[in-house]
């Protein structure tokens, strides 16, 4: 073997140990996602709630929700921006959470063009937090993950006594 090749070996090895590492810490940043996201939209609900008088002004002057009326608008975004984090920290329907946030994030930018730029950049990651939430799932540390778990163990159980 050449020196070349024996280097190259040895940061192969290198980098399969460090991938093989980092796959341990996924779980824990699937969750520190959900977690982070979950308390930003909480966060706002529980600041909407504290005076709904003042969140359906909100809507009714500054937020142009299409569609809905100011009044049910403030209504349901404050319940969305309180139940739809519970859901995605504790990764309960953690996917369709994620999605309805995603959906929901999406309609705060439209709804709220003066924003403006930086504004519409905090969107951005969260947005792309959601996606990935999405597409990979809320992951171990999740209910969904545990529930899964348990019903295939049922049906598995079932299966075995027909």
Known sequence: MTTCSVALNRMEKGYDRIVQWLSYLAPFADLAVRLWVARI??????????SMTATVALF???????????????????GVEIVFPILLAFGLAGRFAAGFLFVYNIITVI????????GMMD???????LLVTIVYGPGVFSLDYGLNRIWKRMSHAVQKTV
Do not use: D, E, N
């Not at 009714?60 to 404050?78: F, N």
């Not at 709804?111 to 930086?118: A, K, V």
């Not at 969107?123 to 937090?129: D, H």
């Open 111 to 118: 709804s709220y063009p003066q924003m403006g730029f930086s």
């Open 60 to 78: 009714r002057y500054m937020y142009h929700v299409p569609l809905l009326p100011p009044v049910w608008a403030a209504y349901i975004g404050t």
């Open 123 to 129: 969107q951005v990651p969260w947005g792309i937090f």
């Open 41 to 50: 939209f909480w966060l706002a609900g529980m600041a909407k709630l504290q």
